[in-house]
Protein backbone atom coordinates (compact mmCIF):
# COMPACT_ATOMS: atom_id res chain seq x y z
CA UNK A 1 0.00 0.00 0.00
CA UNK A 2 1.53 3.68 -0.96
CA UNK A 3 2.41 5.05 2.35
CA UNK A 4 1.25 8.21 3.25
CA UNK A 5 2.93 11.73 3.85
CA UNK A 6 2.20 14.86 5.50
CA UNK A 7 3.53 17.65 4.02
CA UNK A 8 3.51 20.80 6.00
CA UNK A 9 2.84 24.49 3.77
CA UNK A 10 2.52 21.63 1.23
CA UNK A 11 -0.17 24.06 -1.23
CA UNK A 12 2.38 26.69 -2.09
CA UNK A 13 6.32 27.28 -2.74
CA UNK A 14 8.53 24.68 -2.09
CA UNK A 15 6.24 22.82 -0.88
CA UNK A 16 3.51 22.30 -3.66
CA UNK A 17 7.00 21.04 -5.75
CA UNK A 18 7.42 18.60 -2.66
CA UNK A 19 3.79 17.35 -2.57
CA UNK A 20 3.57 17.07 -6.14
CA UNK A 21 6.80 15.28 -6.25
CA UNK A 22 6.42 12.58 -3.70
CA UNK A 23 2.63 12.03 -5.27
CA UNK A 24 4.50 11.41 -8.18
CA UNK A 25 6.47 9.09 -6.78
CA UNK A 26 3.41 6.92 -5.66
CA UNK A 27 3.09 8.49 -2.58
CA UNK A 28 -0.31 9.20 -0.98
CA UNK A 29 0.17 12.95 0.10
CA UNK A 30 -1.81 15.57 2.55
CA UNK A 31 -0.57 19.01 2.35
CA UNK A 32 -1.15 21.17 5.66
CA UNK A 33 -1.66 25.30 5.18
CA UNK A 34 -2.04 27.98 7.50
CA UNK A 35 -4.52 30.07 5.80
CA UNK A 36 -4.13 30.62 2.00
CA UNK A 37 -7.82 28.98 1.28
CA UNK A 38 -7.37 30.37 -2.14
CA UNK A 39 -4.09 28.54 -2.99
CA UNK A 40 -4.90 25.43 -1.46
CA UNK A 41 -7.93 25.47 -3.56
CA UNK A 42 -6.35 25.95 -6.24
CA UNK A 43 -3.62 23.25 -5.17
CA UNK A 44 -6.21 20.63 -5.05
CA UNK A 45 -7.88 20.87 -8.32
CA UNK A 46 -4.63 21.10 -9.75
CA UNK A 47 -3.41 18.10 -8.56
CA UNK A 48 -5.90 16.16 -6.85
CA UNK A 49 -3.74 16.58 -3.54
CA UNK A 50 -5.85 16.92 -0.12
CA UNK A 51 -5.36 19.95 1.91
CA UNK A 52 -5.74 20.21 5.73
CA UNK A 53 -5.86 23.77 7.42
CA UNK A 54 -3.98 24.11 10.94
CA UNK A 55 -1.53 26.43 12.63
CA UNK A 56 1.64 24.68 12.94
CA UNK A 57 2.99 26.78 15.39
CA UNK A 58 -0.40 25.35 18.07
CA UNK A 59 0.30 21.76 19.73
CA UNK A 60 -2.91 21.12 20.23
CA UNK A 61 -4.04 22.46 16.13
CA UNK A 62 -1.50 19.63 15.15
CA UNK A 63 -2.93 17.03 17.71
CA UNK A 64 -6.73 17.39 16.28
CA UNK A 65 -5.22 17.63 12.52
CA UNK A 66 -2.94 14.67 13.27
CA UNK A 67 -5.90 12.70 14.30
CA UNK A 68 -8.20 13.55 11.45
CA UNK A 69 -5.57 12.62 8.91
CA UNK A 70 -4.85 9.38 10.31
CA UNK A 71 -8.64 8.31 10.58
CA UNK A 72 -9.41 9.84 6.97
CA UNK A 73 -6.14 8.79 5.33
CA UNK A 74 -4.55 6.00 7.44
CA UNK A 75 -0.81 6.69 9.51
CA UNK A 76 1.54 8.95 8.72
CA UNK A 77 4.76 7.18 7.77
CA UNK A 78 6.50 10.44 5.92
CA UNK A 79 6.64 13.87 7.91
CA UNK A 80 8.11 16.98 5.67
CA UNK A 81 8.00 19.69 8.46
CA UNK A 82 8.50 22.76 5.33
CA UNK A 83 6.16 25.22 6.73
CA UNK A 84 8.12 28.26 7.41
CA UNK A 85 7.72 32.21 8.22
CA UNK A 86 10.08 35.05 7.93
CA UNK A 87 9.48 38.16 10.30
CA UNK A 88 12.87 40.16 9.52
CA UNK A 89 14.89 42.72 11.26
CA UNK A 90 17.74 43.74 13.16
CA UNK A 91 18.28 42.90 16.67
CA UNK A 92 17.85 46.71 17.72
CA UNK A 93 14.39 46.64 15.77
CA UNK A 94 13.21 43.20 16.22
CA UNK A 95 10.58 42.35 19.34
CA UNK A 96 10.06 39.45 21.37
CA UNK A 97 6.81 38.74 18.97
CA UNK A 98 8.69 38.49 15.93
CA UNK A 99 10.61 36.03 17.78
CA UNK A 100 8.14 34.16 18.86
CA UNK A 101 6.49 33.66 15.67
CA UNK A 102 9.84 32.76 13.78
CA UNK A 103 10.84 30.08 16.83
CA UNK A 104 7.89 28.84 16.85
CA UNK A 105 6.41 28.11 13.12
CA UNK A 106 10.03 27.46 11.69
CA UNK A 107 11.10 25.20 14.94
CA UNK A 108 8.43 24.60 17.68
CA UNK A 109 6.20 23.19 14.36
CA UNK A 110 8.97 20.41 14.14
CA UNK A 111 8.87 19.38 17.73
CA UNK A 112 4.74 19.02 17.15
CA UNK A 113 4.64 16.62 14.34
CA UNK A 114 7.57 14.76 15.16
CA UNK A 115 6.29 14.02 18.49
CA UNK A 116 3.05 13.53 17.01
CA UNK A 117 3.76 10.96 15.03
CA UNK A 118 6.48 9.35 16.34
CA UNK A 119 4.48 6.80 18.10
CA UNK A 120 3.16 5.30 15.45
CA UNK A 121 6.45 5.33 13.34
CA UNK A 122 8.29 3.44 16.47
CA UNK A 123 5.71 0.64 16.88
CA UNK A 124 5.54 0.49 12.55
CA UNK A 125 9.06 0.26 13.05
CA UNK A 126 9.23 2.51 9.63
CA UNK A 127 9.35 6.93 9.23
CA UNK A 128 10.67 9.08 7.46
CA UNK A 129 11.08 12.86 8.87
CA UNK A 130 12.56 15.29 6.65
CA UNK A 131 13.18 19.08 8.51
CA UNK A 132 13.56 22.00 5.81
CA UNK A 133 16.43 24.07 6.93
CA UNK A 134 18.22 26.86 5.62
CA UNK A 135 21.47 28.15 4.34
CA UNK A 136 20.70 31.00 6.40
CA UNK A 137 21.24 28.31 9.19
CA UNK A 138 24.36 27.34 8.61
CA UNK A 139 25.86 30.63 7.77
CA UNK A 140 24.04 33.24 9.70
CA UNK A 141 21.84 36.07 8.05
CA UNK A 142 22.32 39.73 8.78
CA UNK A 143 18.74 40.99 9.94
CA UNK A 144 17.42 37.35 11.21
CA UNK A 145 18.68 36.14 14.41
CA UNK A 146 15.90 34.48 14.87
CA UNK A 147 15.04 32.74 11.28
CA UNK A 148 18.54 31.78 11.58
CA UNK A 149 18.28 30.13 14.86
CA UNK A 150 15.35 28.66 13.99
CA UNK A 151 16.75 26.98 11.20
CA UNK A 152 20.24 26.60 12.77
CA UNK A 153 17.81 24.62 15.83
CA UNK A 154 16.24 22.35 12.94
CA UNK A 155 19.58 21.12 12.52
CA UNK A 156 20.30 19.70 15.64
CA UNK A 157 17.12 18.98 16.27
CA UNK A 158 17.33 16.58 13.41
CA UNK A 159 20.82 15.24 14.75
CA UNK A 160 19.59 14.70 18.10
CA UNK A 161 15.92 12.80 16.79
CA UNK A 162 18.01 10.68 14.54
CA UNK A 163 19.62 8.90 16.88
CA UNK A 164 16.19 8.61 18.79
CA UNK A 165 15.07 6.83 15.59
CA UNK A 166 18.01 4.94 14.25
CA UNK A 167 16.82 1.54 16.10
CA UNK A 168 12.98 1.78 15.16
CA UNK A 169 13.83 2.15 11.60
CA UNK A 170 12.85 5.89 11.53
CA UNK A 171 15.26 7.96 9.74
CA UNK A 172 15.52 12.27 10.29
CA UNK A 173 17.41 14.31 7.92
CA UNK A 174 16.94 18.31 6.76
CA UNK A 175 17.57 19.73 3.80
CA UNK A 176 19.42 23.42 4.17
CA UNK A 177 18.03 24.75 1.03
CA UNK A 178 20.41 27.79 -0.87
CA UNK A 179 18.10 30.65 -2.05
CA UNK A 180 14.91 29.45 -4.25
CA UNK A 181 12.74 31.34 -5.89
CA UNK A 182 9.54 31.60 -4.30
CA UNK A 183 7.31 34.24 -2.82
CA UNK A 184 9.53 34.64 -0.02
CA UNK A 185 12.26 35.03 -1.84
CA UNK A 186 10.63 37.37 -4.61
CA UNK A 187 9.85 39.89 -1.60
CA UNK A 188 13.54 40.67 -1.38
CA UNK A 189 14.52 44.17 -3.31
CA UNK A 190 15.54 43.39 -6.79
CA UNK A 191 19.32 45.37 -6.27
CA UNK A 192 20.16 42.47 -2.76
CA UNK A 193 19.03 39.70 -5.13
CA UNK A 194 21.45 40.88 -8.10
CA UNK A 195 23.82 40.20 -5.27
CA UNK A 196 22.43 37.01 -3.99
CA UNK A 197 22.61 35.37 -6.96
CA UNK A 198 26.12 37.02 -8.10
CA UNK A 199 27.23 34.67 -5.06
CA UNK A 200 25.50 31.47 -6.17
CA UNK A 201 28.19 29.56 -8.02
CA UNK A 202 25.90 27.96 -10.28
CA UNK A 203 24.54 31.26 -11.66
CA UNK A 204 21.11 30.98 -10.57
CA UNK A 205 18.41 30.98 -7.88
CA UNK A 206 17.16 27.55 -6.88
CA UNK A 207 13.77 26.20 -8.19
CA UNK A 208 11.81 24.52 -5.89
CA UNK A 209 11.81 21.23 -7.66
CA UNK A 210 15.46 21.14 -7.12
CA UNK A 211 14.62 20.81 -3.14
CA UNK A 212 11.40 18.77 -3.62
CA UNK A 213 14.04 16.11 -5.38
CA UNK A 214 16.32 15.93 -2.43
CA UNK A 215 13.21 15.20 -0.23
CA UNK A 216 12.11 12.02 -2.50
CA UNK A 217 15.60 10.64 -2.09
CA UNK A 218 15.81 10.80 1.22
CA UNK A 219 12.39 9.70 2.03
CA UNK A 220 12.86 6.44 -0.35
CA UNK A 221 12.47 2.96 1.83
CA UNK A 222 15.04 2.65 0.40
CA UNK A 223 17.15 5.44 1.98
CA UNK A 224 17.32 3.58 4.75
CA UNK A 225 21.13 4.20 5.99
CA UNK A 226 21.08 7.87 5.47
CA UNK A 227 19.97 9.49 8.61
CA UNK A 228 20.77 12.79 10.95
CA UNK A 229 22.29 14.03 7.55
CA UNK A 230 21.81 17.85 6.31
CA UNK A 231 21.69 17.59 2.78
CA UNK A 232 22.28 21.47 1.27
CA UNK A 233 20.64 22.25 -1.96
CA UNK A 234 22.04 25.18 -2.68
CA UNK A 235 23.98 25.81 -6.32
CA UNK A 236 27.48 25.84 -4.53
CA UNK A 237 26.60 29.26 -2.19
CA UNK A 238 27.90 27.35 1.02
CA UNK A 239 29.65 24.42 1.32
CA UNK A 240 29.46 23.22 5.07
P1 LIG B 1 6.26 30.15 1.28
O1 LIG B 1 6.17 31.42 2.03
O2 LIG B 1 6.13 30.16 -0.21
O3 LIG B 1 5.20 29.09 1.87
C1 LIG B 1 5.15 28.88 3.24
C2 LIG B 1 4.18 27.76 3.51
O4 LIG B 1 4.14 27.53 4.93
C3 LIG B 1 2.77 28.07 3.09
O5 LIG B 1 2.15 26.90 2.63
C4 LIG B 1 2.13 28.56 4.38
O6 LIG B 1 0.70 28.41 4.40
C5 LIG B 1 2.80 27.64 5.38
N1 LIG B 1 2.79 28.17 6.74
C6 LIG B 1 3.34 29.32 7.19
N2 LIG B 1 3.07 29.49 8.50
C7 LIG B 1 2.35 28.41 8.89
C8 LIG B 1 1.73 28.02 10.10
N3 LIG B 1 1.85 28.74 11.24
N4 LIG B 1 1.02 26.86 10.11
C9 LIG B 1 0.90 26.12 8.99
N5 LIG B 1 1.46 26.43 7.83
C10 LIG B 1 2.17 27.57 7.76
O7 LIG B 1 7.67 29.50 1.73
P2 LIG B 1 8.80 28.79 0.85
O8 LIG B 1 8.20 27.79 -0.05
O9 LIG B 1 9.67 29.82 0.30
O10 LIG B 1 9.64 28.05 2.01
C11 LIG B 1 9.34 26.73 2.41
C12 LIG B 1 10.36 26.33 3.48
O11 LIG B 1 11.68 26.42 2.94
C13 LIG B 1 10.35 27.23 4.71
O12 LIG B 1 10.62 26.46 5.86
C14 LIG B 1 11.50 28.19 4.45
O13 LIG B 1 12.01 28.72 5.62
C15 LIG B 1 12.48 27.25 3.77
N6 LIG B 1 13.46 27.94 2.94
C16 LIG B 1 13.09 28.70 1.89
C17 LIG B 1 14.03 29.29 1.09
C18 LIG B 1 13.67 30.11 -0.09
O14 LIG B 1 14.58 30.60 -0.75
N7 LIG B 1 12.39 30.26 -0.42
C19 LIG B 1 15.47 29.16 1.38
C20 LIG B 1 15.77 28.32 2.52
C21 LIG B 1 14.79 27.73 3.25
P3 LIG B 1 -0.25 29.56 3.77
O15 LIG B 1 -0.06 29.47 2.27
O16 LIG B 1 -1.62 29.20 4.18
O17 LIG B 1 0.23 30.87 4.32
Known amino acids: MARLA ?30 NDAAAAAFTERTGIPTIKFDVSDYAAC ?17 VNNAGITRD ?15 DTNLGSCFNLAKLVWEGMTARKFGRIVNIGSINGQAGQYGQVNYAAAKSGIHGFTKALAQEGARAGITVNAIAPGYVDTEMVRAVPEDVLQKIVAR ?19 TADEADFITGSTLSINGGQHMY
Open 63 to 79: QAAVAKIEAEHGPIEIL
Open 200 to 218: IPRGRLGTADDIARGVCFL
Open 6 to 35: LVTGGQRGIGAAISEQLHKAGRKVVASYAG
Open 89 to 103: ATLKRMDRKMWDEVI
